[in-house]
């Protein structure tokens, strides 16, 4: 059974940055497509970023792609999301999240969640 524990979040004023860690145990982190997805308050989650699991193939939302950077260090078996340049429409609860098979966009294709982080960012 995989478990992610997401920290990092806060309170950050616009243009601030945030780096969101995500804690993988009790699975096998080096086989499984990373993701982070978001949601806000009265929205649909949304897809932010993924790395697969090598590490080698990134992807990101168009929203985000310029500004985060997903990375992976399976030796500490954590994901991490550095949140530069951030606007207050980034202002979510962060999820991470895994699947063994799947590289993507999908949230339903994920199949391990973190409890989230909460991000504000005010203007």
């Known amino acids: 059974q995989v478990q992610l524990v997401e920290s990092g979040g806060g309170l950050v004023q616009a243009g601030g940055s945030l780096r969101l860690s995500c804690a993988a145990s009790?699975?096998?982190?080096?086989?499984?497509?990373m993701a982070w997805f978001r949601q806000a308050p009265g929205k649909e989650r949304e897809f932010v970023a993924a790395?697969?699991?090598?590490?080698?193939?990134?992807d990101y939302a168009d929203s985000v792609k310029g500004r985060f950077t997903i990375s992976r260090d399976a030796a500490k078996n954590t994901m991490y999301l550095q949140m530069n340049s951030l606007k207050p429409e980034d202002t979510a609860v962060y999820y991470c999240?895994?699947?063994?098979?799947?590289?993507?966009?999908?949230?339903?294709?994920?199949?391990?969640w973190g409890q989230g982080t909460q991000v504000t960012v005010s203007s």
């Open positions: 999240s895994r699947s063994q098979y799947y590289y993507g966009r999908a949230k339903g294709l994920y199949d391990y």
């Open positions: 009790g699975g096998a982190f080096s086989t499984g497509t």
């Open positions: 790395i697969s699991r090598s590490g080698s193939n990134t």
